[in-house]
């Protein structure tokens, strides 16, 4: 039995959808599961599974645990719950009765039912903001190699979707046209669907954002494609298998590039060169951003979010300048005001850019590894305007 000071850890969710816990026992199915680390005297600490009857088999040749159960080896003096979820968070309260805890600590991601299932079993539970975030950030080796194929997959549609846009036909009042029909944002965005899917990828609405509809970068597009127009790519798919994600943004205009798109293009890829440059271990994501913003103002061009009284030229960059990557699209540490030091196995983006409400924007983005002397870019795609 445990000290009446032991403490356990419960982590609890959908692996395939709660990234957190899917790290910390690297096996994916689709019902609840809680894992629990159970303080032990004999072997300092057991890691628990508890999940469906019918995952226990393959949990047992998968999930990185010591022990895999299901509810019903933690039934509750009154039964467990007809509903699932219940009864995981009865079973969890019961294996820590059992084996005599009093306090667990759970990380920022624990669904309430669990919280509220051991502290009725006289168990007190206590928030660690910080847990498991670190550990997910430092990617291992195996993560890496997974992050660096999802970022090549990403790239070969990138190019794809870029060189279809390139090469489309003009009709004379500037529409573009492929295969017989006109070129729009939509069917840009099925297309990138398509391609990921054959390849083995699940992909959120990919941006496919053409001029003044680029002037907000979270805008997704719609509508026909112009000649001339810079078009905002940004593809972050989830690779089905290992669940990492790529993140990749390019942008791409058709014919003539407008003299005000290539100046800011231009300043945007000095930024992001500068921000790589500034990337390696223990330096902030606040510093790798002010290299960025650096750049754009040295250019000539302002930071942050228009003004009502700005005119529509105003051309800024209004975002940060890049996140994590890795079971999520968008996780810490941010390259941004107050983004903490950087640890080396981090792999972030970086995605300076700049917006214009008459124009639209431009955006190019490379995912990097950091390292204790700098950074591993897994980009290899060109990052110019012009992809015919």
């Avoid at 609840?32 to 469906?52: H, M, S």
């Avoid at 870029?162 to 965005?189: N, S």
Wanted: hydrophobic share 40%; with cysteine.
């Amino acid at each position: 039995m445990p000290s009446a000071s032991a403490t356990a850890v419960i982590m609890a969710g959908v692996p395939l959808a709660n990234a957190a816990v899917y790290h910390r026992i690297r096996f994916a199915v689709v019902d609840q599961v809680v894992y629990l680390e159970v303080p032990d005297q004999a072997r300092g600490t057991r890691r628990v599974l508890i999940l469906r009857d019918i995952e226990m088999e393959r949990a047992r040749q998968h999930a990185r645990v010591d022990e895999v159960h299901s509810p019903a080896d933690f039934k509750p003096e009154g039964g467990l719950s007809g509903d699932r979820e219940t009864a995981t968070a009865q079973a969890a309260a019961e294996c820590l009765r059992r084996a005599g805890v009093r306090r667990a600590v759970a990380d920022r991601t624990l669904p309430l039912i669990y919280a509220d299932m051991l502290r009725q079993a006289g168990i007190d539970v206590h928030c660690d903001r910080e847990m498991g975030i670190v550990d997910r950030r430092r990617k291992d080796e195996e993560e890496i190699a997974h992050l660096r194929e999802a970022q090549r997959v990403t790239e070969e549609v990138m190019a794809r979707a870029c060189r279809l846009i390139a090469q489309a036909t003009a009709r004379a009042d500037g529409v573009l046209w492929h295969e017989g029909q006109p070129l729009t944002a939509e069917r840009v965005r099925a297309m990138i669907d398509h391609w990921l899917i054959d390849l083995g990828y699940a992909n959120p609405p990919a941006i496919v954002a053409a001029g003044p509809q680029g002037a907000d970068c979270h805008e997704l597009g719609s509508g026909e494609l112009r000649t001339g127009q810079p078009v905002i790519l940004d593809i972050f798919p989830r690779n089905r298998a290992t669940l990492y994600h790529g993140d990749c943004t390019r942008t791409v205009v058709h014919g003539e590039v407008p003299d005000p798109v290539a100046l800011m293009h231009a300043a945007v890829c000095r930024a992001k060169k500068a921000a790589i440059a500034a990337v390696r271990a223990e330096v902030s994501g606040e510093a790798v951003h002010a290299a960025a913003t650096e750049a754009i103002r040295a250019a000539g061009y302002a930071v942050g979010l228009p003004k009502e009284d700005d005119p529509p030229s105003y051309t800024a960059m209004v975002h940060g300048t890049g996140h994590g990557v890795g079971l999520e699209v968008h996780e810490p540490p941010l390259l941004d005001l107050q983004g903490p030091p950087l640890v080396a196995g981090d792999v972030v983006t970086i995605e300076p850019g700049l917006y214009r409400r008459d124009l639209g924007g431009v955006r190019v983005e490379d995912m990097v590894v950091v390292t204790a002397a700098g950074c591993e870019n897994l980009n290899r795609l060109p990052e110019g305007l012009d992809w015919r």
